[in-house]
């Protein structure tokens, strides 16, 4: 089944202690993106990656992190959390002309 | 790309009503996008309408497109509880693998049994 897959699903952790949201996705797609969710201010691009080792900076890329060391993976890495980057994240990916596939989402919460 | 605005932010209807909802957008398009979104789960991609096509049909949605207005419609006929979701627009102004979509607040559709 083609689909994105992000783990964990939720995350409950602590400021400052490292942690990362793993992202693949099985459709050899070039185009992958994180997204972060909060209420009242809907979804916003946090970084994208048009390629193997592409990366670029979203509306948000403040304390995040990503690598695109294979096509299919692209995973969120927050070094040093804090409490404002609780949030529902996502991972997303496409190909030209097709819409987007996205995973089904990380609730983080940093306590 | 730009950031559509969808219209109404708030939907409340009666099983087996159709359910109407619009999209504006600022700045010429490749294509318009539609997504849903159930609580708390992520955002499904319904249909994808070029900038040369006025209308499109995917089982009960249909899209139209109006570029010299720039808006678009989703309609969703005979709608059903499970319906019940949250619909984006995404205008993207470049056909291309890596078209960064911005979404907007949405509309947030409930249907009633």
Known sequence: EAQVTQNPRYLITVTGKKLTVTCSQNMNHEYMSWYRQDPGLGLRQIYYSMNVEVTDKGDVPEGYKVSRKEKRNFPLILESPSPNQTSLYFCASSERGRGYTFGSGTRLTVV | ?113
């Open chain 2, 1 to 113: 790309s730009q950031q559509g605005e969808e219209d109404p932010q708030a939907l409340s209807i009666q099983e087996g009503e159709n359910a109407t909802m619009n999209c504006s957008y600022k700045t010429s398009i490749n294509n318009l996008q539609w997504y849903r979104q159930n609580s708390g789960r992520g955002l499904v991609h319904l249909i994808l309408i070029r900038s040369n096509e006025r209308e499109k049909h995917s089982g009960r949605l249909r899209v139209t497109l109006d570029t010299s207005k720039k808006s678009s419609s989703l309609l969703i006929t005979a709608s059903r509880a499970a319906d019940t979701a949250s619909y984006f627009c995404a205008p993207a102004t470049v056909d291309q693998a890596g078209t960064a979509l911005i979404f907007g607040k949405g509309t947030t559709l409930s249907v009633s049994s």
